[in-house]
């Protein structure tokens, strides 16, 4: 009796041994199944959108950085390129002289801009005016000294325009325009342009008319002086006369020596 309560013992103990173990594999199952299939990818998942959120601050960071050397090296376009331009250019030849139908006198004169070597820059365009006087209006903007003495990258030059042209019957109100309709549009004009233009570049020409008129503007910019400068001769048929505007300031009209 006694060997069979023992045995019935024995039994009762590997059984119990079995659940325990059975049991046991089954937790330990379970957890890892758990972890592999719910805590793990939760984890790795967070991970993952910490990490792309890490790569989309640095790629930011980069572009960011790409942005400031692009601006500085459009900058650094612009003003060698405002530089080298010391002096605008251009020859008003007299085609005609004479009195229309109600006896009005008139010019036909043509205006064609022109670099320091006598070569053409851009269409030489034809013009009527109303006077016997011949009206170039140009447009001048000098920038402060403390800016031309460190030589500053943008302002260490100054900005010459041909604005209009006119007769002293039309006056300034009847003026028709040079480089007043492309840099309206931020196209630089005459020889400022080429096909080397970028949107610094542009924005200077954009907001070059309404600087002009803006004291603050101005002061923000470093701009000592904007203003204009109208020259004119009494103007003789045949004669060809020279317009140049000095970046250092200052316009002049005078005739040309006849061939």
Do not use: H
């Amino acid at each position: 009796m006694s060997d069979v309560v023992t045995s019935v013992k024995t039994v009762n103990s590997v059984v119990r041994t079995l659940l325990m173990v059975t049991v046991a594999g089954g937790v330990g199952y379970g957890g890892w199944f758990g972890y592999n299939n719910y805590v793990k990818p939760s984890r790795d998942a967070k991970q993952a959108i910490a990490d792309l959120a890490e790569l989309q601050v640095k790629y930011e960071t980069q572009n960011q950085e790409l942005a400031n050397v692009k601006k500085a090296k459009e900058r650094l376009e612009t003003s060698l390129k405002l530089i080298k331009v010391d002096r605008r250019m251009a020859n008003v030849q007299v085609l005609e002289k004479g009195f229309d139908e109600e006896d009005t006198p008139y010019l036909l004169v043509r205006f064609t801009e022109i670099d320091r070597n006598g070569n053409i820059v851009g269409a030489p365009r034809d013009f009527t005016l109303s006077g016997e006087k011949l009206f170039v209006d140009c447009w001048i903007v000098s920038f402060e000294d403390k800016y031309v003495e460190r030589a500053d990258a943008l302002r260490s030059a100054s900005l010459c325009v041909f604005k209009s042209i006119y007769g002293e019957i039309d006056g300034p109100t009847g003026a028709l325009s040079l480089d007043q309709e492309t840099v309206g549009l931020g196209t630089p004009p005459g020889i400022y342009n080429d096909d080397a233009k970028n949107e610094f570049e542009r924005q200077i020409w954009s907001d070059f008319w309404s600087v002009s008129n803006d004291p603050q503007k101005q002061k923000e910019l470093g701009i000592r002086a904007s203003y204009g400068q109208a020259n004119y001769v009494l103007a003789e048929e045949g004669r060809t006369y020279q317009v140049q505007l000095r970046a250092s300031g200052g316009a002049s009209l005078k005739p040309l020596e006849l061939p």
